[in-house]
């Protein structure tokens, strides 16, 4: 860990940019407006957006000009976590704010969404397009019966069509939710068959490293297990005719309607995110229209300080909360990049490339892929037209301070380099860009505005520079309204709020430097999270058991010093099985089928016995503290576990990695 304290800053803004940030002139705005301090820059902005959370909120909404159909009562009638009331009264709709910028004449026919697959050329679709498509498919919805409320799922890659579907979604006032076509059937309907669509938009297959990858009778079974559905609108990626019974995509955006905006309740649901699933079913996490609109206005018109002439892309598929944040770019008036295809094919240099080729302003990508550069020797720098970057943002995992070095050396030493923290919990940032703050290495630049993130100790004692856990102590706009199928709330309140009652835990160890900026050290929980994705556990030992040779197996996921990640499976063998490799290629099979290739695990072991707690359930978080390092009194509480002796063998495997 370093300390802002005490280094050099990597990149330091110059006070032209700091002059020309979005968050600047808020600040000036907010101070003659609302009150906020002229003066402290952006510490003292953070501090007031904090202390005084209905004045930021509203001023907020007043900066960014929310249009509200009927007005707010008040910012927030309730602030009890969790439960907080945002802005009773209002009414408003997401996909109106997303499409404002096709209202302008000046602007209507520039790209709002550039679609590059791995050809690398790229795709414009104009924003007067873009709302022709949305209306079109908005009033084909509502002939189909379907009404503010209902869910609209979509099996589909990160393309135009998926935009426009959730856009028309969100215009009718119904409630989006996706998987990527990348997911196998069953962790689909793990997740769809929670919230019973009433429509699913589907492609026939996908292109990935080169190849395609046919997926029509994946979506043959998601239709046959999923009786809630009134439709289905297939898209023909690869070409293939509509299956009996489903509509075409060209059908059913054909019309040349203006959009017909709902104006639902502030707190009216927009989608539905999904947790990993460590502990069972996925967490099906409801964000608001509203809250998610207001967030994601502060997050990226002020944070990532976004508006009409930018360019954004982000590495990532619909199955990641990263997609719906891309989205948001529309708002801001941003040209969104959408990527469809292998994050390096042909090289790993492709997304430079696509960068490159698309004048990217805010490229978005993985602490991975960028590890995953540095170590295959590219030269994006050298080799790319990255003039138009300002900044590169990374988010799945910390990004380690070789990172930061090596962007810093490889792309341009004059970059913004935004590491940032959040999650799918919250569809936004904790921690990260401040486009105003100096970048120092290995460190996230500060707090988000309006998000009092503090570090605390087990006692809920508030630390500066020493490691705790991740809590946020007020609400925040797009924290979830309620998970679904969880009608009293005890899922939601366990999943956050059983360890200090009333503040959220997130599950991260973090560092708050005297500084102000944030360090964080990976999860404190045993979700998996590979090339930032979050994974669950039980989908792999639901795939792995049904194989006869496996009794039992247990995975761990480990963020390592050098920004890899290593990711274990340890298996215990039914009598007379042996762990050879025809078996581990058939475990490695099954998990690429039945769920997708980033759940295969990077070694397979034999061990004599899986632990687990005296209730029965596996232990992972003591297994991964103690493949860290972390000795074995400290990594578990004895009396907790049914066999102490096992856990020792995991010990001698951490010693043996050392």
């Given amino acids: 860990m370093t300390s802002a304290a005490n280094t050099a800053p990597l990149w330091q803004p110059d006070s032209d940019r700091i002059a020309a940030a979005r968050v600047t002139r808020f600040q000036a705005w907010a101070a003659e407006r609302h009150g906020a301090p002229a003066d402290g820059g952006y510490a003292a902005l953070h501090r007031w957006s904090v202390d005084e959370l209905e004045t930021f909120w509203a001023a907020v909404a007043d900066w960014f000009d929310i249009r509200f159909a009927t007005p707010y009562e008040r910012v927030l009638a309730e602030r009890s976590m969790p439960g907080a009331q945002w802005f009773p009264g209002a009414t408003l709709n997401y996909a109106e704010h997303a499409l404002r910028t096709a209202d302008d004449p000046a602007r209507a026919h520039e790209p709002a969404l550039l679609h590059v697959d791995e050809t690398h050329d790229p795709t414009p679709i104009s924003w007067t397009e873009l709302r022709r498509q949305v209306g079109a498919l908005a009033a084909e919805l509502r002939a189909l019966g379907v009404r503010p409320g209902d869910r609209v799922s979509g099996y589909l890659p990160n393309i135009p069509e998926a935009v426009t579907a959730l856009l028309a979604t969100a215009a009718v006032g119904a409630v989006w939710t996706s998987c990527a076509p990348d997911f ?77 905006y709902a104006h639902v309740p502030f707190d009216h649901p927009l989608w539905v995110l999904y ?25 990226l018109g002020l944070h990532c300080d976004l508006g009409p002439g930018d360019r954004f892309f982000w590495y990532t598929s619909t199955g990641w909360m990263m997609w719906n944040f891309l989205v948001s770019g529309l708002l801001t008036g941003t040209t969104v990049v959408l990527y469809d295809g292998s994050p390096g094919h042909p090289t790993t240099g492709a997304q430079w490339k696509i960068a490159e080729r698309t004048g990217a302003t805010l490229f978005g990508t993985s602490a991975a892929y960028v590890m995953a550069c540095a170590k295959a020797d590219v030269h994006p720098g050298r080799d790319y037209d990255l003039s138009r970057i300002g900044c590169v943002a990374t988010t799945g995992s910390p990004l380690p301070p070789d990172g930061f070095r090596w962007l ?49 100790d087990p006692e809920g004692k508030p630390l500066v520079g020493e490691v705790g856990e991740l809590v946020v102590t007020n609400p925040m706009p797009s924290m979830p309204i309620r998970f679904w199928n969880d009608p009293d709330g005890s899922r939601y309140h366990d999943s956050y709020f059983d360890v200090y009652p009333g503040v959220w835990r997130h599950g991260d160890w973090i560092t708050i430097t005297a500084t102000g900026s944030v360090v964080i050290h990976g999860r404190s929980d045993s979700t998996l999270n590979r090339q ?85 359930k596996r232990i992972e978080v003591p297994v991964k503290r103690l493949l860290q390092g972390t000795p074995l009194a400290k990594a578990v509480n004895p009396g907790s576990v049914d066999n102490l002796e096992l856990l020792r063998f995991y010990e001698d495997i951490a010693r043996s990695r050392a």
């Fill in 184 to 260: 196998g059937a069953r962790s689909v309907l793990d997740r769809f068959q929670q919230v019973e669509p009433v429509v699913l938009f589907t492609v026939d297959g996908y292109r990935y490293g080169g190849k395609e990858h046919d997926r029509t009778a994946t979506v043959a079974e998601l239709r046959g297990e999923l009786p809630s559905l009134r439709a289905v609108v297939h898209i023909p990626l690869l070409g293939t005719p509509a299956p009996e019974g489903a509509l075409d995509w060209s059908a059913v955006t054909a019309g040349d309607t203006e959009p017909v």
């Fill in 532 to 616: 930032g994705v979050r994974m669950g556990s039980a989908d792999i030992y639901e795939a792995v058991e049904r194989l006869p040779e496996i009794r039992e197996s247990l995975v761990i996921g480990l963020e390592q010093p050098d920004g890899g990640y290593w990711m274990p499976l340890f298996v215990h063998l039914a009598e007379g099985a042996e762990l050879d490799d025809g078996l581990r290629d058939r475990i490695k099979r099954t998990i690429r089928e039945q769920l997708s290739p980033r759940h295969v695990p990077d070694e397979i072991i034999e061990v004599p016995g899986v632990p687990h707690t005296l209730t029965g």
């Fill in 408 to 456: 810093h050396d490889e792309v341009a030493d004059d970059l913004w380099i935004a590491s940032v923290s959040g999650g799918t919990d919250v569809c936004s940032c904790f921690a990260g860009a401040v486009p105003t703050l100096p970048v120092h290495i290995g460190e996230l630049q500060a707090a988000c505005l309006g998000t009092d993130l503090q570090s605390w």
């Fill in 275 to 299: 947790s990993s699933g460590t502990t069972g079913l996925p967490k099906a996490i409801v964000q608001s229209q509203g809250g998610i609109l207001i967030e994601h206005y502060k997050q």
